[in-house]
């Protein structure tokens, strides 16, 4: 037979992981409700996923490969088109959610190749000025589709 303090530990686990994965629309006292965010010329999501989610004045953009959204092919051959397009599609999804990309407070970038690393520097000062948002960039092995570049992007409308 289980102790009572084991049992208690189950409980309280239990309750935790439930409260950890159940999904909520509002947030906290003051009640701040989760907004998707979709628009037409950005591409539709290729996954379980929105392409932003407005919470408050915070908004999270998923990240961006350089598909065309009109045909849902992806720009390749060149690697400024490439940057410039992704960044194309952050501005649409941002422009959406009623702001701007020059909004961003923090970026991920991930890069097949980080020799492509001074190039997303040269296409995102076409996007944003300084100060210039927090930002990480990521080499990975492999990004969706064959994509060269990935682009994700936090906006504060405030």
Do not use: C
Request: zero cysteines.
């Amino acid at each position: 037979m289980p102790s009572r303090r084991k049992i208690i530990a189950t409980a309280w686990l239990g309750a935790l992981g439930a409260a950890l994965i159940t999904p909520r629309t509002s947030m906290g006292a003051g009640k701040m409700s989760r907004k998707i965010i979709h628009t037409d010329n950005a591409p539709k999501a290729i996954g379980t996923y929105s392409q932003a989610v407005r919470v408050g004045d915070t908004v999270y953009l998923s990240g961006q490969i350089p598909l065309d959204p009109k045909t849902m092919e992806l720009v390749t051959g060149d690697i400024e088109k490439e940057i410039t397009r992704v960044f194309e599609n952050l501005k649409a999804v941002a422009e959406a959610a009623g702001g701007a990309l020059a909004q961003a407070v923090k970026v991920n970038v991930y890069l097949t190749d980080l020799a492509n690393f001074a190039k997303v520097n040269e296409v995102m000062a076409k996007y944003m000025s300084e100060p210039y948002p927090a930002r990480a960039a990521v080499g990975v092995a492999q990004l969706p589709r064959g994509a060269r570049v990935e682009i994700e992007a936090v906006v504060y409308l405030g």
